[in-house]
């Protein structure tokens, strides 16, 4: 039983870090990134809570897997779990439809974003974004994370809670993605662009969606150093990005979650969409360098609002 637990819990580590770039959110760097962030600034006592709750997850989650169990400090190990917890949603999203896991089970599609409609261009004034009276859909990321932050602390069995807590990680750091928040119509997309999923970048093998490219733009303009380890990228990362954006330089608004979410289509609508930035072709080193800062501040704002979302839930 030992031996197999072993090979499980390889498996499913092997399968988050080849996790393959998710239509979903950060990917796993920078959701692990906003749970750093969070971690930092979380008391020793919330910490142990948190994980704590976070084992008593189902046996067929996938999630319980997730804990290190390697000779270094257990502080450590509790760390990185808080941390692969964060990326627990994406790692349940089956790879394909020879997935057979048991955890694929608790895979919601839509849970992941909260489209706000809206036409227009980034920073022009002759056609600039505004919002259009479109409804949105009634199970989305902001209303899982109301929902989930009053379940959390409720009776529910801790099976339940753990992975309702697991979700909080996760979406609070989807909706602090720009392009999460957002679906741009035009003409030709008249139920929007699936937040930049439809809005195509470069062609044959370099070819990606828009949306994708905000997804990975931490890994693909700051990569790991030749032979960093991937979790002494993230404490570079993650120190560079709480000494550029320290917590004081935010507004939390302590669990005001449609204000976070207005704050982050507000950042879509205000760059992703230039009038230079054309279907079919990669994006300038101009675009790059603004994603990259737009992206850098939404996570690290992120991860100080997951601290204290869940300071007041724990």
Not at 10 to 29: E, K, R
Not at 66 to 83: I, V
Not at 136 to 146: D, F, G, L, Q, T
């Amino acid at each position: 039983m030992c031996r197999y637990r072993k090979i499980l819990t390889y498996m499913v580590v092997v399968t988050f870090l080849l996790l393959p770039h998710s239509i979903y959110g950060w990917n796993s760097t920078g959701h692990m990134l906003v749970a750093r962030i969070a971690w930092d600034n979380l008391s020793a006592n919330e910490r142990q809570d948190i994980v704590d709750l976070l084992m008593k997850a189902p046996s067929d989650s996938c999630l319980r897997e997730l804990f290190p169990t390697d000779s270094r400090p257990l502080a450590e190990r509790q760390r990185q779990f808080f941390m692969g917890a964060a990326t627990w949603p994406d790692i349940i999203r089956p790879k394909d439809q020879n997935d057979h896991r048991p955890c694929i089970k608790y895979h919601q599609r839509d849970w992941h974003f909260v489209d706000h409609f809206w036409s227009g261009i980034s920073g022009d004034p002759n056609n600039p974004p505004h919002d259009l009276s479109m409804p949105i859909a009634s199970v989305n990321a902001a209303e899982r994370i109301r929902a989930f932050r009053n379940l959390v602390v409720s009776n529910l069995p801790p099976e339940e809670r753990a992975m309702e807590l697991a979700w909080i990680l996760h979406l609070v750091g989807d909706i602090h993605q720009p392009l999460h928040t957002s679906g741009r119509v035009t003409s030709s997309e008249k139920k929007g662009d699936g937040g930049g999923n439809t809005f195509k970048l470069g062609t044959g093998k370099k070819a990606k969606s828009l949306h994708s490219y905000w997804d990975n733009i931490i890994d693909q303009a700051d990569p790991k150093h030749p032979n960093e380890k991937f979790n002494k990228y993230l404490d570079r990362i993650g120190d560079e990005l709480e000494s550029d954006f320290p917590e004081s330089s935010f507004t939390l608004k302590p669990g005001d979650i449609n204000a976070w979410v207005l704050e982050s289509l507000g950042r879509a609508k205000d760059n992703a969409y230039p009038a230079k930035l054309s279907r079919g072709h990669l994006p300038n080193k101009k675009y790059q360098t603004k994603t990259l800062e737009v992206a850098q501040e939404s996570i690290a704002e992120s991860g100080y609002r997951l601290a204290n979302l869940l300071s007041q839930l724990f």
